[in-house]
């Protein structure tokens, strides 16, 4: 049987494709394993003892304690777009299941098991939009949801690890 060029287009095509997904895959993973380091290590410093009002109003006075906190609002919503807006993608695609709009993307991940909940996931995005926002207006607003997000650090920790892991044992070792 001799193959076509179409169809030998054809097949290159897919194996671009699926080495392209692969490849997309294995630097998202990097990328968040690293950015939950980052958000652990942060956290860790930011939250050695509990952020209060008081610490939030004298951020203006202290650059190094302001400097923690916006490295730890921006690594929280760095590693919350990685892995709601690319790495679940891009699981869910290479695992071959249909790739839609985010609700229905966190859904999946929700049946799946990668995330507790995709309605306290949304509930975490509106709280990084309140510590990015509230910063410098509430003081009060501020330190609530920093404590909020530090008590959702190991979440985000666990999701990482969950989509990673899933990531070895479907992706990658189907693949070997």
Do not use: C
């Not at 290590?41 to 610490?55: C, G, S, V, W, Y």
């Not at 839609?100 to 098991?113: S, V, Y």
Request: hydrophobic share 40%; no cysteine; proline share 3%.
């Amino acid at each position: 049987m001799r193959l076509t060029q179409e169809q030998i287009a054809a097949i290159h095509r897919v194996i671009e494709q699926i080495t392209g997904s692969t490849a997309r895959l294995q630097f998202l993973t990097r990328i968040a394993e690293r950015e939950r380091r980052h958000l652990l290590a942060t956290d860790q410093r930011l939250f050695e003892k509990p952020f209060t009002i008081e610490r939030a109003r004298a951020l203006e006075n202290l650059t190094e304690e302001s400097e923690r906190v916006d490295a730890f609002v921006a690594r929280f919503g760095r590693l919350q777009d990685t892995l709601g807006d690319k790495l679940i993608s891009a699981l869910l695609r290479a695992l071959g299941e249909r790739v839609g709009p985010a609700i229905d993307n966190l859904d999946r991940a929700e049946r799946f098991g990668w995330i507790p909940s995709s309605d306290d996931w949304f509930a975490v995005r509106k709280l990084h939009n309140q510590m990015v926002h509230e910063y410098i207006e509430d003081p009060a607003v501020l330190a609530d949801a920093l404590q909020r997000g530090h008590r959702y650090v190991p979440v985000l920790a666990q999701v990482t690890d969950n989509l990673i892991l899933t990531t070895k044992e479907k992706v990658w070792r189907r693949s070997d």
